[in-house]
């Protein structure tokens, strides 16, 4: 079955870095894109961050770009989050995706990581 588990949330002080993982299982990674979203409390699901199958093109939010970048490793089956410069802003329930297609019949999510942006 497909499964997507997160790590590396924590808490961290306005400006300093975090970097998320996603591992994945079940369905051929590598012929997927995958998305990063995020929730914080009270708000809609947003998406932060899109990468392509091969790694090749990426894709951001204004609110993030020049400060957070996605990456994927195919040979270990994960993509990653590397989150630079964070702001209170930045707080929320971070989810990687990926979404129905190609064989699969439904988007998947991952069970969430929280990152706490605090002093």
């Known amino acids: 079955q497909v499964q997507l588990v997160e790590s590396g949330g924590g808490l961290v002080q306005p400006g300093g870095s975090l970097r998320l993982s996603c591992a994945a299982s079940?369905?051929?990674?590598?012929?997927?894109?995958m998305r990063w979203y995020r929730q914080a409390p009270g708000k809609q699901r947003e998406l932060v961050a899109t990468?392509?199958?091969?790694?090749?093109?990426?894709n951001y939010v204004d609110s993030v770009k020049g400060r957070f970048t996605i990456s994927r490793d195919n040979a270990k089956n994960t993509v990653y989050l590397q989150m630079n410069s964070l702001k209170p802003e930045d707080a929320a329930v971070y989810y990687c995706?990926?979404?129905?297609?190609?064989?699969?019949?439904?988007?998947?999510w991952g069970q969430g990581t929280q990152v706490t942006v605090s002093s």
């Open positions: 995706n990926v979404a129905r297609g190609l064989g699969l019949t439904k988007d998947y």
């Open positions: 079940g369905f051929a990674f590598s012929n997927y894109i």
């Open positions: 990468i392509t199958s091969s790694g090749g093109s990426t």
